[in-house]
């Protein structure tokens, strides 16, 4: 089928959310920062307004985006959409993402009074800069977003079998070291400890990570949907190390993580990103984002997360 302009449409603030996960759940690879609990969360803790597009191609969905809007000094209107849209399998060609793109770039246009800056879910390939070119976008500065998608779909043997000699190694020691690990499905009873226990490590490394309001309203937003996973690991009755993993459709997100010197020493955070992993698959999950790498600023967790095997994309980064 021949696809034209008038063929492709962005329905605004449409359907019911019910519809919306559905559609979601249709992307084996969804992103966190377009799934409409983050939306929520954004909009009550840093007044972002979101707006939800429904990709239609001949009047039957075939993706969708969300991009969030904001009013700064009171006149300038600023937009951004980060790691979107998604469309179906199969519709995710050329030819359809550069009208997906088109359109969007004819909605939020870049001016002295409308400011728009967007992380598309595109690879970082000539093809899709000059896709985007195409569509009227200019390429910032700056490297791409780079993260590592693990596949659940294989058996535990086999997933296993992929990590790095080194790292299964790791695993191998916690699981002998004594650790008891124990799983928050809701996050009303780890959230807080493992916030707190976050935030100190943030400050005094100095990366950047969200907020602790943002990780609140992220679990009243999504638990309802069990897309809220926590798991602490504890030596002799002590918490020493604990994860945050968010759930969209299909996929998860690796959120946060913190571990102590005990925690270090015995290894507790293999022991939990792999039960993370079981438990993931457990609930049919087929696709696990481990969230951004960082090779310069961060080389020891950029390896820790490359030994769990997966595959390592580069987006196209920041566009104006």
């Given at each position: 089928?021949?696809?034209?302009?008038?063929?492709?449409?962005?329905?605004?603030?449409?359907?019911?959310?019910?519809?919306?996960?559905?559609?979601?759940?249709?992307?084996?690879?969804?992103?966190?920062t377009q799934c409409f609990g983050y939306a929520v969360a954004m909009r009550t803790v840093e007044g972002w307004t979101p707006?939800?597009?429904?990709?239609?191609?001949?009047?039957?969905?075939?993706?969708?985006?969300?991009?969030?809007?904001?009013?700064?000094?009171?006149?300038?209107?600023?937009?951004?959409?980060?790691?979107?849209?998604?469309?179906?399998?199969?519709?995710?060609?050329?030819?359809?993402?550069?009208?997906?793109?088109?359109?969007?770039?004819?909605?939020?246009?870049?001016?002295?009074?409308?400011?728009?800056?967007?992380?598309?879910?595109?690879?970082?390939?000539?093809?899709?800069?000059?896709?985007?070119?195409?569509?009227?976008?200019?390429?910032?500065?700056?490297?791409?977003?780079?993260?590592?998608?693990?596949?659940?779909?294989?058996?535990?043997?086999?997933?296993?079998?992929?990590?790095?000699?080194?790292?299964?190694?790791?695993?191998?020691?916690?699981?002998?070291?004594?650790?008891?690990?124990?799983?928050?499905?809701?996050?009303?009873?780890?959230?807080?400890?493992?916030?707190?226990?976050?935030?100190?490590?943030?400050?005094?490394?100095?990366?950047?990570?969200?907020?602790?309001?943002?990780?609140?309203?992220?679990?009243?937003?999504?638990?309802?949907?069990?897309?809220?996973?926590?798991?602490?690991?504890?030596?002799?009755?002590?918490?020493?190390?604990?994860?945050?993993?968010?759930?969209?459709?299909?996929?998860?997100?690796?959120?946060?993580?913190?571990?102590?010197?005990?925690?270090?020493?015995?290894?507790?955070?293999?022991?939990?990103?792999?039960?993370?992993?079981?438990?993931?698959?457990?609930?049919?999950?087929?696709?696990?984002?481990?969230?951004?790498?960082?090779?310069?600023?961060?080389?020891?967790?950029?390896?820790?997360?490359?030994?769990?095997?997966?595959?390592?994309?580069?987006?196209?980064?920041?566009?104006?």
């Amino acid at each position: 089928m021949v696809t034209t302009p008038e063929d492709l449409r962005i329905l605004w603030d449409v359907g019911r959310v019910a519809e919306w996960e559905s559609l979601l759940k249709a992307v084996p690879r969804s992103t966190l920062t377009q799934c409409f609990g983050y939306a929520v969360a954004m909009r009550t803790v840093e007044g972002w307004t979101p707006r939800l597009g429904l990709i239609e191609l001949a009047d039957k969905p075939i993706g969708l985006v969300v991009v969030m809007e904001k009013r700064a000094f009171g006149l300038a209107r600023v937009a951004r959409l980060h790691r979107g849209p998604l469309l179906l399998p199969a519709a995710q060609k050329p030819a359809i993402l550069a009208l997906v793109m088109k359109q969007l770039r004819q909605r939020y246009p870049t001016g002295p009074l409308r400011w728009t800056a967007i992380v598309p879910e595109l690879p970082d390939t000539e093809e899709n800069r000059a896709l985007l070119r195409w569509a009227g976008w200019r390429q910032d500065k700056g490297p791409g977003y780079r993260t590592l998608w693990l596949d659940l779909r294989p058996d535990e043997a086999t997933l296993r079998k992929a990590l790095a000699q080194k790292w299964r190694n790791a695993l191998s020691q916690a699981e002998r070291s004594g650790l008891a690990v124990e799983v928050d499905r809701d996050g009303s009873s780890q959230l807080s400890w493992l916030t707190e226990h976050y935030l100190k490590d943030r400050a005094a490394k100095g990366f950047r990570g969200p907020s602790a309001p943002l990780l609140t309203r992220l679990r009243t937003a999504l638990h309802r949907d069990g897309d809220i996973l926590l798991l602490r690991a504890c030596k002799d009755g002590e918490p020493v190390a604990g994860v945050l993993f968010l759930g969209h459709g299909q996929a998860a997100t690796y959120q946060v993580g913190w571990t102590g010197a005990e925690g270090r020493r015995t290894r507790a955070h293999n022991l939990l990103l792999w039960r993370a992993i079981l438990e993931l698959k457990a609930q049919g999950r087929t696709q696990l984002d481990l969230g951004g790498l960082l090779p310069d600023q961060a080389p020891g967790v950029t390896a820790f997360k490359r030994g769990v095997g997966g595959e390592e994309v580069e987006l196209l980064g920041v566009w104006r």
